[in-house]
């Protein structure tokens, strides 16, 4: 009976540090309260979460004035570069004014 009783303490014991500390379902518990601030990283909605960062990021890069454009812009203009400078010596060659793009 005395083991019985040791027992049944010990098991009113863990049942009550299920319920204070690590009971999931409650965001008042150590457990709860983790598992609903991973939720909240992780919640797509929110602006402040990861998936939120990522996207505020890979907008403001790819964005039409982003780095990545302005690299890419660069990039090209510097690649068509000598073939604009050959089609505008052959204009002058052959008397015809060539508009250049706005950039």
């Not at 090209?76 to 052959?94: M, N, R, S």
Request: proline residues 4%.
């Amino acid at each position: 009976m005395r083991q019985s009783c040791g027992v049944n303490e010990r098991l009113k014991e863990v049942r009550e540090l299920y319920r204070r500390k690590i009971d999931p379902g409650k965001n008042t518990t150590i457990l709860g309260g983790a598992l609903q601030a991973l939720k909240e990283v992780l919640d797509p909605k929110r602006s402040d979460s990861v998936q939120g960062v990522i996207d505020a990021a890979v907008r403001t890069v790819t964005g039409e004035d982003g780095r990545l454009a302005k690299a890419v812009k660069a990039v090209v203009a510097d690649a068509v570069k000598p073939l604009a400078d050959e089609v505008d010596k052959l204009a002058k060659d052959f008397g015809v004014a060539r508009r250049r793009p706005r950039r």
